[in-house]
């Protein structure tokens, strides 16, 4: 839960447009068709219909189908400039919801528990704006992505060429952080988001009596002495100023309590900031485990996976979005800088493509009780944060293509 909040009785809301204003019942009601109809990865079926049946409505050219369920759309300034992108993740979570709303999920097992029916709607209102105001100088290129948390819609979608014809200057993106109060923005150069890696290894001992240990190859006690090692990498083998992490979150191995088990099984994550550390883990894992697994005469196998690169914002693409936020946000904590997280997003995959900034939008409220964490079943946000998040990437694109 997050400990300190602004009071929203003191967040001035005047700096929102009257034309946004406006909308907000209508995002309040976009947002809750969307939560009541979550869908997993690659399967955004119902999503992508709606997106594309309200981009038809409003008359913005698109297309559909790409990287399966993914959606493009093109809106066009009244004079040549720059291409800005605005990206929003549409994809929900295998949890049940346990939000007594009248919006809660309808489709059993799953639940928009992360705020990405929020970001798809914030992105909407965003376009229908953009429709109606065409007074830029450009070109901005709507991207709704699939399948961010897992497994992965972003680099599917650069490989599809989204970010040409035309051509992306620049990409910005939000994420509706519960981690921060409404009232606030989260913006910071260089890395926000850390590379997230997985890794699974079994360990084949030999297996035996628990009586007699010397006919056998405990694997339980070598996995047990890997587990261990594991951690000295940060410890001792990372730049102390540097930000990493290697946690093993699961452990299986045994069947009985007077049984020396043949195989233990352990997997685990890799997060870290610097880019340089790319190849350096999954090395580093495999040196440790094969150590110890040969210094007791035990075989492993390894499957590490790297799944998304840290997120690392351009510093001036978020400068650009830091005064644009300052402009919107009127609150006692306004902008945060310090809000780097270990958590990852494959908006990262973007942000190697082109330059661009990701940050993050408060949500929390405490008094309404909308301040459980991200990929909790009881996870909502405060909707105030919709019709902010439409006028700041409205004012990105105004500031980023002017003549």
């Known amino acids: 839960m997050v400990s300190t909040f602004a009071n929203p009785s003191t967040i001035d809301f005047s ?3 009257p034309e946004i204003q406006a909308l907000h019942t209508q995002l309040v009601e976009w947002r809750r068709r969307l939560h009541q109809h979550p869908e997993l990865g690659f399967c955004e079926q119902l999503t992508s219909e709606f997106v594309a049946q309200k981009l038809q409505e409003w008359g913005i050219d698109h297309q559909t189908q790409i990287a399966k369920t993914g959606v493009v ?3 066009q300034g009244d004079r040549l400039g720059r291409v800005l992108a605005i990206r929003a993740d549409m994809d929900a979570l295998p949890i049940q919801e346990e939000n007594e709303v009248p919006y809660k999920s309808q489709h059993d097992g799953l639940m928009h528990a992360c705020g990405h029916d929020g970001h798809i709607t914030i992105v909407l209102g965003t376009a229908y704006y953009l429709s109606q105001h065409r007074d830029f100088a450009g070109t901005v290129k709507i ?3 699939p399948a961010e948390e897992g497994p992965g819609g972003a680099q599917p979608m650069v490989e599809a060429g989204v970010l040409k014809n035309p051509d992306v200057d620049a990409i910005v993106g939000l994420h509706l952080w519960n981690q921060l109060p409404l009232g606030t923005a989260g913006v910071r150069s260089g890395a926000l988001m850390a590379a997230v890696e ?6 084949f001992g030999k297996g035996g009596h628990g009586a007699i240990p010397q006919q056998t190859i405990d694997s339980i006690v070598v996995a047990s002495q890997v587990v261990n090692a594991l951690q000295t990498i940060v410890a001792r083998n990372i ?4 930000s990493a992490v290697v946690t093993v979150g699961e452990f299986h191995a045994g069947t009985a309590c007077n049984v020396i088990a043949d195989t233990a099984r352990m997997s685990g994550t890799v997060r870290y900031f610097n880019p340089n550390y790319g190849d350096y883990f999954a090395q580093r894992i495999e040196q440790v485990i094969a150590g110890i697994c040969q210094s007791h005469g035990a075989r492993y196998e390894l499957d590490y996976q790297k799944l998304y690169p840290p997120v690392i914002n351009d510093v001036a693409i978020a400068d650009l979005v830091r005064s644009v936020a300052e402009t919107v946000i009127e609150s006692p904590l306004g902008i945060v800088s310090n809000c780097q997280t270990m ?5 990262s995959f973007f942000l190697q493509a082109v330059p661009g900034c990701y940050f ?3 949500s929390a409220n405490a008094r309404k009780g909308l301040d459980f964490p991200h990929h909790h079943p009881r996870f909502d946000f405060d909707e105030t944060a919709l019709s902010m998040g439409v006028e700041i990437f409205v004012r990105c694109v105004e500031k980023f293509c002017k003549p």
């Open 360 to 362: 993050f939008l408060g």
């Open 343 to 347: 958590g990852g997003e494959d908006m």
């Open 143 to 145: 991207i709704f992505q």
């Open 15 to 17: 700096r929102i447009r």
């Open 73 to 75: 759309a093109i809106i």
């Open 239 to 242: 730049d102390p100023i540097e």
């Open 198 to 203: 997985t890794f699974r290894c079994t360990i």
